[in-house]
């Protein structure tokens, strides 16, 4: 069969690939196969070529998977937020654990670790505490736009659309986060729309109104609104503010982060309080934690204690182990475990998490955990008493080569790493397996409808 860039080609899709994709094989091609499913029979259009590989986008569904189902979201397969919305729930947790065991097996080069089915997340909906949306100039349009004559050179406020950086796919709900977020969603779009105002523009770099962040305490209901603009101007955002207090009882902060930067990061330079706390509260297990706007926190609250709980599970501790815990962030790891911990020391790079991590022990009477700022690769240089356990919780980049190195010379004789991307897992655990045996590995879902996964890995130190 003749494989060319822009042509169609019918396929029978076997797999599912890391990354969400479809995987078909054609006279031994791979062919990563977008808005597919293993099962499914389409007509796709393929959109890069390559020798050893090709991908494609599915453009007729001739035959379906019979592990399709029906997504509730009108935005489902325009939107790159959960794209697996069209697969069934039981079925994702399936290829999830699948994408852990092949990291290790094909990138670790490690055969044969117990990769637990993956826990699945409680709800499959309305499960994030977060939600950014941006604000753009310039609209993508649906097929529904084209056909009542909208332009796109237009306010827009919603997600980005795969492969667009200056669209934005004006959005009114998004089923992830609790409904009464959506209600904030429509009443701050419609004050920004009415404002006179313009929104901030990719290309132009003008526009005052950039982004909206919402944030929900699973606790308590809450909401914090943060409102990113371009530049300082109260008379602007302050009835904003005045129009959410009054009409939801729930929304206890209201913040406006003001950042002249280029860059799409919905982060401030400075940042002002128009209403209400600068934080929120929310509760893991017997913890509460104080999370201001631009602090990181899990974005699954009962998905992050389930998580948290394995971490603790697979540490062991007795009550008297010093333990050691890299990129530490705000501190919820060390504060979950310290009732079960001799003492912890957390070591992070972001100045402003170490003060939220002293600021939640405190908020706690938690006397036996200690944050150390600065590169890990320094600071652990610097660890005086060698810890039996090290917990290691990277970015999606995962460690430095420098990082794991001093990890093995320190040789703690438990290692708990937890990893948001099976693949830097893999190549970390590939570092360490001259050193350390995996004992097991337990997936946690803490993001339905994508193909993201939490994975807590137990090393034990090889005699």
Known sequence: ?????????????????????????????????????????????????????????????????????????????????????????????????????????????????????????GKIFGYRNKMEFSCSDRKWLLPSDFAAGEESNCFAMGLHVPGTFDKVLDIRACLLQPEEGNRILEDVKTFMKNSGVPPYGIKSHEGFWRFLMLRNSTANGNWMVNIISS??????????????????????SVINNITSSKAAVAIGESEMVLAGSPCIKDKLGDFEFEISANSFFQTNTPGAEILYNNVKEFAGLSGNETVLDLY???????????????SITGLEIVESAVSDAKKNCLANGISNCTFVLGDIRESLSKISKKPDVIIIDPPRAGMHKDVVKKVTDIAPERIVYVSCNPATLARDIFLLKEYYEVTEVQPVDMFPHTWHIESVARLEKKR
């Open 1 to 121: 069969m003749s494989i060319k860039k822009g042509g169609f080609i019918e396929v029978e899709v076997t797999g599912m690939a890391f990354g969400g994709r479809g995987l078909a094989k054609i006279d031994g091609l791979a062919v990563f196969v977008e808005k597919a499913v293993p099962l499914d029979r389409v007509k796709c259009r393929i959109v890069k070529k390559k020798k050893s590989f090709a991908e494609a986008v599915a453009v007729e569904l001739i035959e379906p998977s019979p592990y399709r189902t029906n997504p509730p979201c009108e935005y489902s397969g325009f939107c790159g937020g959960c794209k697996w919305q069209f697969l069934q729930y039981d079925q994702q947790l399936n290829y999830k654990k699948q994408h852990v065991e092949e990291a290790l097996e094909h990138i670790g080069l490690i055969k044969n670790v117990p990769v637990h089915p993956a826990i699945p997340s």
């Open 231 to 252: 530049v300082e101007n109260r008379k602007i955002v302050e009835p904003l503010a005045a129009l959410l207090t009054e009409k939801y009882p729930g929304v206890v």
């Open 328 to 342: 530490s962030g705000t501190g919820t790891i060390p504060v979950y475990l310290s009732a079960d911990a001799g």
